[in-house]
């Protein structure tokens, strides 16, 4: 987590702590929603939902009149993402089950390069890297943007991701390679500060040697159909088209 977001969050979290009319209810995991939904019965309502306690393995069950769903992207299904652990996508698939609609789920952005390192988990190369004249190469070193696209490097997120897919499944190769040591160990060093320390935990001198990268699936751009309030309705039968 970048020092900006994690001072976003914090600030967030200790204002909603400081506030007396908001329950902070942590270490539960939602499992799914409650509805009313029944063979017999011709209404669909949300009446709230089960929660796993991930300290004690109980679930337990919350009523509410209203429920919100802010639980993210889905990000993490792919073998790749930026994402951290719990972008599962599991407000999607619950109110899915619930009867809600979903839509534009094939619609994922994926960031060019993250770092290929089995203990590296999510870390991303900045597209600053390219910026600053980072050349993508195969692994045999040579450069293949320009067969892509006349900006080359240059070119937006979804050519260069796509470029580097396409060469990675051409070669049956396990990454392509991000090289900026062309450039002077001082730039490097300073314009990548911590690209450079944290490839170096790795054994990597980004100074000397180029990074390993693969394409990660980073922003999910679909989910459940809202109005504009965020509001949906439970639809009794998807097909049928008939709202509860
Ligand atoms: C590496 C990275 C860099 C980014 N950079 C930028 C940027 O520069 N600018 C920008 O605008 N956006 C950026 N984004 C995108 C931005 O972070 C997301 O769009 C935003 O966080 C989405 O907010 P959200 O509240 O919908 O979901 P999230 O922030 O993902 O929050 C979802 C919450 O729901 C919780 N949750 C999920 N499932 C459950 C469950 N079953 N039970 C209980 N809780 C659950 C999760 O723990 C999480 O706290 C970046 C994203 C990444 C990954």
């Known amino acids: ?30 499992v799914d929603l409650i509805t009313s939904q029944s063979p017999t019965n011709n209404e669909n309502r949300c009446l709230g939902l089960y929660v796993l306690d991930t300290l004690t393995d109980e679930v337990t069950a919350i009523r509410a009149r209203f429920t919100v769903l802010a639980t ?26 619930a009867g809600c609609r979903i839509a534009n789920m094939e619609f994922n952005q ?17 597209e600053a890297v390219r910026g600053e004249g980072g050349h993508l190469k ?25 470029a580097i897919d396409h060469e990675m499944k051409r070669l049956g ?8 040591s062309h450039r002077e160990p001082e730039f490097v060093r300073q314009h990548f500060p911590n690209i450079y320390e ?17 394409p990660a699936a980073h922003y999910t751009c679909g989910g459940v159909m809202t109005d504009l309030s965020g509001k949906e309705r439970l639809w009794l039968s998807r097909r049928s088209a008939e709202p509860a």
Request: charged share 20%.
């Open 198 to 214: 944290r490839c170096l935990e790795f054994g990597l001198d980004i100074t000397k040697e180029p990074i390993p990268v693969v």
């Open 110 to 126: 994926f960031h060019p390069t993250c770092l290929y390192h089995p203990q590296a988990g999510s870390f991303l190369i900045t």
């Open 72 to 97: 993210g992207g889905a990000s993490k299904v792919y073998l790749y993402t930026s994402n951290p652990d719990i972008a599962t996508g599991d407000g999607i698939a619950m109110a899915w089950r």
């Open 1 to 30: 987590m970048s020092a900006f977001v994690g001072a976003v969050l914090g600030s967030l979290v200790d204002r909603a702590k400081a506030r007396t009319n908001l329950d902070l209810i942590e270490n539960q995991v939602v």
């Open 138 to 162: 195969l692994p045999n070193g040579e450069r293949f943007m320009h067969l892509f696209d006349e900006r080359a490097e240059l070119a937006p997120r979804d050519i260069v991701a796509r």
């Open 173 to 180: 190769a396990d990454y392509l390679l991000l090289d900026i």
